[in-house]
């Protein structure tokens, strides 16, 4: 236990975030002498010891796992020692210095393992040490209270460095939100997340990313590959259908009603709406089914924005039906699929083919057996067809 050395609540948000987040990141050298090894250790399982909440948190998240296998077998494939190119990934998915040395010697076979005295290991991923470390300096929020340490107190890791900049959505942005002049694509930078949120209701309102992913503080970053999550942002309606003689109609509505962002934000999930008449035994008749893609679908090598359909903020999408009844259909189906991970599984597969990406085939299969399991429906209802519409002679026009 050491006494803080300074108790000055940073003010000036940006200017705090370009230094924060200015990459790479430099090492965060030497611990204070008086740290105990447990306070010198950038692993995330000696911040768990003392912050357990945080850390069985962000243990299931993909930040824990943003170096997956689909990200490590592009690593394999590159020199050693080609620092810029692993920075171009490691800045946003395992940015301390630290984790860039590990996977050096990693790559280079120079190490068994990847256990290093100061406790950073690349295959972390995106790690608290990551987001609240400079030079062996943690920075956070104020406590719940408002208050930060006073000069005097008597804290582990000398307390903290109290900052505005841990509420503000330009946190995330670091990572999330492409720099104006980064790869756009008809016109919208490739990643857009935090310029999405600063366009809607939600930016104006000044409610933040963290008000939804981090709900009292906790560290959860619930995004795509969560069903309940997408619920909670994305209102489905899909009202009685009407038979009008031998013609079905209907009208599946989606609304953007809790999403700070366009649904998806990002060009790799795949969302499929699927509309179609049901046979009794429950299978939809393949002629019957009408498809809608909502994605902001690019091509595979990035160079064209095929279709942009994502659903922006406060926005309502409706798909018509409207079709000949089909003898024997007893039903009409509405689904809403998400394929979180559907441009990746293709970027792996094509990756497969490559005669010459050898060193991290392994890994890539893996990821591909990973991005075909993280599909799920999100939605499913039926309604009956029912025959008790009124008689064929009564309906209007007839
Ligand atoms: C030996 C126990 C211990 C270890 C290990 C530890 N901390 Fe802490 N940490 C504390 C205590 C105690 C506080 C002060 C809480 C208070 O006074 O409100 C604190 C405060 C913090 C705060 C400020 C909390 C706030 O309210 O804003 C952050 C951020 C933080 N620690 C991050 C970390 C990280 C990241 C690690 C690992 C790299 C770590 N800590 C390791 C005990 C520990
Ligand atoms: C992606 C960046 C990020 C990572 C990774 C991260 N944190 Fe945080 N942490 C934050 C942000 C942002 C806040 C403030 C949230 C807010 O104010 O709504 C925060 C708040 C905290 C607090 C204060 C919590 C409270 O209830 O007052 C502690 C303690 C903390 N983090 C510790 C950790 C530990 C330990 C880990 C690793 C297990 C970790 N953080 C990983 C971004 C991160
Ligand atoms: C240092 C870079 C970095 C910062 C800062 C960061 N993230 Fe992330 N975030 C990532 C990466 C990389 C991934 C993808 C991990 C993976 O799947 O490999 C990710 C994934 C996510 C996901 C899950 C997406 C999904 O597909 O389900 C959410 C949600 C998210 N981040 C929200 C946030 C929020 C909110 C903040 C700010 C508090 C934040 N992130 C800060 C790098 C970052
Ligand atoms: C600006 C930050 C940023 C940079 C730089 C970045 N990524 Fe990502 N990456 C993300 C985010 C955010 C996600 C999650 C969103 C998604 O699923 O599309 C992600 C997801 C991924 C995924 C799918 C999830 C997983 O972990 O398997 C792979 C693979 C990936 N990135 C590879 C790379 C590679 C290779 C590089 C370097 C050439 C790179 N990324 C550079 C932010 C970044
Ligand atoms: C009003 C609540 C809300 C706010 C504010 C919000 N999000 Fe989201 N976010 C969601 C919901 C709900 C989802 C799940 C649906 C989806 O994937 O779009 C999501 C999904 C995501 C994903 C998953 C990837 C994807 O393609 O959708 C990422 C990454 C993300 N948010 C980051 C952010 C960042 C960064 C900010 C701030 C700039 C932010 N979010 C603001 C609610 C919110």
Redesign the pocket.
Known sequence: MHSVPSAKPQTDIQAFLDRHWQRPLASQGEAPAAFTAQEASLAPAACGQCHARQFEDWQTTLHARAMGPGLLGQLQEMDPGAVDDHQACLRCHAPLAEQEADLQRTLAGSEADSTRPDGAAFGHGLTCAGCHLRQHRRFGPARRDGSGPAIGDVLPHDGWQVTEAFAD?RF??AC?QFDPDGYSLNGKLLEN??EE?RASR?GREN???Q???MPDRRHLWR??HDPE??R???GIEFPIPTIMGDRVTARVALINH????A????V??QVIVEIGQAARDGTLLPATVERHLIARDVSLDLSEERSDTRILPDEVRRYDYNRPRLPGATALVARVRVEPDAFYAEFYRATLRDADFTKGQEAILAALRDAERSGYVLYESRQALSVTARPDADLPGR
Not at 258 to 261: L, S
Not at 263 to 266: D, I, K, N, S, W
Request: charged letters at 5%; one cysteine or more; hydrophobic letters at 30%.
């Open positions: 959505a995330c942005a999330h997340t935090y949120w939600y409610k933040t990313c008000s939804c992913h995004g795509i999550m997408v909670s942002g994305l809790g999403i700070g962002h649904f998806p934000t990002y790799t999930p």
